[in-house]
């Protein structure tokens, strides 16, 4: 069994409620008795540590999971149990007004987010069983585009696994998915993805103007006051612009039904990735929506092999060195 250290990371204003998952065995003696370590970020939306929504803090945003008859744990907690059975440990956070985290979602920039990443990342380097020159991050939806953000100023970052990734800006991916999802029907039991479906024309014309927020209607009455300045950061921010400075091991993965973000965009991603020089590893999941629910626990187990493979040592800087000698 995993073992499992509850934490409470700062980042800038805020604290963040955060699980360190580590590994049972200990690590090889080659390690330096020192396991490598992954930061999982989640997707788009609310969300908790696990990766699934944030039924704690936004309740009545979406449908409650025993509706769903889905008794999985979220995409991030899986990848986590299947990391620390390859020997890697794993740190993951409620985003900012999620779960048992401080702050407002409504009103947390991109910045924001990739900041608190940042800062996630620093909360455990100076631990004497983590070691640094063997760092990953595993990004899902938003969180593939904060991953990067944060791995192209980080020279410790060594892997990445990106699923369910946007190549271009939230622009285009929130028209696209409104459309599919409106044809389909997908996720409109959440009340906040069928507003954000039904009134996606609305708000990215405002978000384009700099307007500082937006009344978003709910079904059935109710209404949340977004702000707009994360949606006009990710409008500028494509994941295709971070990928020419991107020089890191990098594996896609996408659900083949993702109703978010259509596959496509990852042979984009890859496309971008491979004219910078580092073609990355691609997998499309049978059947699988954005959050990989119907993945078999076989194939989390393969992404997961596939990352704790990547994660070989690199160089530090001498801040690090530094830090790592103290430890």
């Not at 409620?17 to 390690?31: F, K, V």
């Not at 991916?173 to 009134?199: K, M, N, Q, S, Y």
């Not at 580092?278 to 626990?297: F, K, Y």
Request: net charge negative.
């Amino acid at each position: 069994m995993a073992r499992s250290e509850e934490l409470s990371v700062r980042a800038g204003d805020a604290h963040l409620a955060a699980t360190l998952l580590l590994p049972d065995e200990p690590p090889p003696g080659d390690a330096g008795d020192r396991y490598p370590s992954v930061l999982l970020l989640p997707s788009w939306l609310p969300r908790d540590r696990d990766g699934g929504y944030d039924r704690i803090g936004h309740a009545s945003w979406f449908a409650p999971a025993a509706e769903l008859g889905s008794s999985r744990p979220g995409l991030l907690a899986r990848l986590a149990d299947a990391l620390a059975a390859r020997g890697v440990a794993t740190l993951r956070a409620d985003p900012r007004g999620c779960g048992r985290s401080d702050g407002a979602w409504e009103a947390v920039t991109l910045f924001a987010k990739i900041n608190d990443a940042r800062d996630q990342l620093a909360a455990v380097r100076g631990r004497r069983d983590l070691d640094l020159r063997r760092t990953g991050i595993v990004g899902h939806g938003e969180g593939a585009g904060i991953g990067m953000a944060v791995a192209i100023g980080d020279p410790v970052v060594s892997a990445l696994t990106l699923i369910g990734a946007s190549a271009r800006s939230w622009r285009e991916t929130l028209r696209r998915a409104a459309a599919a999802r409106g044809r389909a029907g997908t996720e409109h039991e959440h009340p906040i993805v069928a507003a954000l479906d039904r009134w996606s024309e609305d708000l990215i014309e405002r978000a384009e103007r700099r307007e500082a927020s937006m009344r978003l209607p709910l079904p059935g009455g109710a209404s949340v006051e977004l702000a707009l300045a994360p949606f006009e950061q990710a409008i500028h921010t494509p994941a295709l612009a971070l990928a020419t400075m991107l020089h890191r091991s990098v594996a896609l993965v996408h659900g083949e039904a993702d109703s978010w973000s259509d596959p496509g965009e990852t042979a984009l991603l890859a496309a971008a990735l491979g004219r910078s020089g580092d073609p990355p590893g691609t997998r499309i999941v049978a059947g699988g929506g954005h959050d990989l629910a119907e993945a078999s626990d076989e194939v989390i187990g393969q992404v997961a092999g596939d990352l704790a493979g990547r994660l070989r040592p690199v160089e530090l800087p001498p801040v690090l060195l530094a830090i790592e000698e103290m430890g």
